[in-house]
């Protein structure tokens, strides 16, 4: 017995029940389009976040945001009261901190360069630090000053994606930008920082002294974050402690009343950074086994149906000469051979829906062999094992019954 | 060819009844003879056939094929005796659905060590002129030309032995007489042929016919003159 022959001539038979193969195939399918979707979209996803967390956090930054108890990037509650003074007293107080950079932010308002206009980019006011402490550097120009900032001069860096919109045959540097109606002047262009995991362009951003933000683009005297440096990232806790003691006492809280501010260190961010993953690299993940697990219980038991409908079949290959391995090994290799097109049916809709959804989200470098890899092992397995039973219930059948 | 030494099967159905299919049967079949074992159903002769294609094993007794005893060998290796020595041709055909006449008669040869299987098939389905029809399905066939093509199946790979099982138990009369042409005919040509059936009309086309009753041989005679098949519709036979 060639087993080749009966690889060829196993898969040739499922290829003339289509209905059959192609319910079997159902499973594998959806449960690997899910899996490749979910592996490859997440490893992109997750190195995307990693960067931006470092970004944010280096290995020695703090960063204090306006209301309690949100996620980054979550609504603002109500009670919006982080002001200025507040950093400002607790580099004082608190021994330990490095620098620190303050930070307000405005959308909505559009960018104007003579006829162009930009309307998409987001406006954030940051004192004289900011290049010292959020580590953005400047491919030309240069940053504006704490006499800039004391004074709330009119003057902005702007981003890769600004500078090409609006000044497309000219140097940015020294020309003029209107924010809202406010005239301004360009004195630096930001280094490009890509897109954020939420799929924000970074680079289409203006970066203004805060105080300018505050008092002539907006009346506002508060802050959105605040980002410190430490000078000592293995005191984390106790500073993060020690400034939420601070802040609660500027903020008059009773002991009863949360916080309405929210401090995020390094170790957060890993945490966050670990729940993320846990939601892309075993929940997902496991919600598609879950489809292949029932779709390989669905093609066990049509299995287990044609193998009674074939009784004769299996009695006449038995007669013909087929001993009772090769009858378990066809119907093994007939249920493997399905679910692994499904599979590989899947490793390819689960690649085109990757690239679909990393446009959308502005992730590049999709890493699908991982998840590809994983897509043809768990179809093929599935199948093996739902192929097991009703192989091993063909192969036991007795040819003098089968053939009655 | 083929020896039976005081052979008995015993069943024991679901009920718990014990039935005896077989009880003491000592037989002799030449190479090259055309013998039809002839009974009523329940007389056992199903359980002979399947005796004697090993698709099932004797209680009692030994069986000699080619002088070597075959009762009492493993599942495997008979599945080995099955596709070299013996083939099978049913009364409903076991033709596979959906599949080409080329592809059930080239059956055989997936389960078979021969590493050249190629043309053999063709060579078969034309053996039983059906050289125009290899590429049709089963359902696309007449009766007799199904069995024509499960006869071409048992042929392919060369076995001394074809055991026919009520062969033109599903024909009408004219294709039983065309499938009993090509048993005569391969008869002719030096086959054992062993035929198990009901109908003495057709047992009357054998050169030999053994009776079977209750599992026992009752009679086992020669027939002077074997009623020639071709002459029943000589058109048709061709």
Request: net charge neutral.
């Amino acid at each position: 017995m060639s087993t080749a022959r009966l690889v060829q001539h196993s898969i040739r038979t499922m290829a003339r029940y289509k209905l059959r193969t192609g319910f079997m195939m159902l499973g594998s399918l959806v449960g690997v389009t899910a899996l490749t979707l979910v592996v490859s979209v997440g490893q992109a996803f997750e190195g995307k976040m990693t960067t931006m967390f470092s970004r944010i956090f280096g290995d020695s930054a703090i960063v204090i945001s306006d209301g309690g108890g949100r996620m980054m990037g979550g609504p603002h509650g109500p009670g919006i009261r982080l002001k200025i003074d507040d950093i400002e007293a607790l580099a004082k107080e608190l021994p330990g901190i490095q620098g620190w950079d303050p930070e307000q932010q405005l959308s909505g308002v559009d960018l104007k360069h003579g006829a162009a206009t930009d309307s998409a980019a987001g406006i954030q006011g940051d004192s004289e630090r900011f290049a010292q402490v959020w580590g953005r550097g400047l491919t030309e120009g240069e940053y504006f000053d704490t006499t800039a900032v004391r004074g709330s001069a009119r003057v902005a860096l702007i981003g890769e994606t600004v500078a090409k919109e609006l000044y497309p045959n000219q140097d940015p540097i020294g020309a003029d930008l209107e924010i809202g109606s406010v005239p301004f002047r360009v004195i630096g262009v930001l280094e490009p920082w890509g897109t954020n995991p939420h799929g924000m362009d970074q680079d289409n951003f203006v970066v203004v002294p805060i105080t300018t933000l505050m008092r002539r683009l907006t009346n506002v005297d508060t802050i959105s974050t605040a980002k410190l440096i430490m000078s000592d990232p293995t005191q984390a806790s106790q500073l993060s402690g020690g400034i939420r003691q601070i802040l609660r006492q500027r903020h008059a809280l009773d002991t009863g009343q949360p916080d309405d501010f929210t401090i995020l260190t390094p170790i957060d961010a890993q945490k966050e950074i670990g729940s993320i993953k846990k939601v892309l690299f075993l929940y997902l993940p496991l919600v598609a086994g879950i489809f292949l697990v029932v779709g390989g219980f669905v093609a066990a038991s049509l299995m287990l149906v044609s193998v009674n409908e074939r009784v004769g079949e299996i009695g006449l290959r038995r007669a013909v000469g087929a001993q009772p391995g090769d009858i378990r090994l066809q119907f093994l290799i007939e249920t493997a051979a399905t679910t692994l097109a499904g599979g590989l049916a899947g490793v390819a809709l689960g690649y085109l829906g990757a690239r679909l959804g990393a446009n959308k989200m502005h992730l590049q470098n999709i890493l699908v062999w991982n998840a590809a890899f994983l897509g043809i092992a768990a179809s093929t397995l599935t199948g093996l094992l739902a192929g097991l039973v009703p192989a091993l219930r063909a192969a036991r059948l007795n040819p003098a019954d089968a053939l009655r | 060819m083929i020896e039976l030494r005081s052979i008995g099967k015993t069943y024991v159905r679901p009920t718990g009844e014990t039935v005896r299919a077989l009880v003491d049967v000592s037989f002799r079949i030449d190479r090259g003879e055309f013998i039809a074992i002839v009974g009523t159903s329940g007389s056992g002769k199903s359980t002979m056939m399947n005796i004697l294609g090993l698709l099932d094993q004797p209680s009692v007794g030994s069986y000699l094929l080619d002088g070597r005893d075959v009762a009492g060998l493993r599942v495997n290796d008979q599945a080995r005796v099955r596709n070299k020595k013996v083939g099978f041709v049913f009364q409903t055909f076991h033709l596979l659905p959906r599949t080409s006449a080329l592809e059930n008669v080239e059956l055989p040869l997936l389960y078979s060590d021969r590493t050249s299987i190629k043309g053999l098939g063709r060579q078969a389905l034309e053996a039983v002129k059906l050289a125009d029809r290899i590429h049709h399905r089963p359902s696309e066939l007449s009766g007799g030309q199904q069995q024509r093509v499960a006869i071409a199946r048992a042929l392919v790979n060369e076995p001394d032995l074809l055991l026919a099982d009520e062969p033109t138990g599903n024909l009408d009369s004219r294709s039983a007489m065309e499938i009993m042409a090509i048993f005569q005919a391969l008869h002719r040509a030096g086959r054992t042929v062993v035929l198990v059936t009901h109908d003495r009309e057709i047992a009357a086309h054998c050169n030999r016919i053994a009776r079977i009753e209750a599992g026992r041989i009752v009679s086992d005679e020669l027939v002077a003159q074997p009623k020639d098949a071709l002459k029943y519709t000589p058109q048709e036979a061709r």
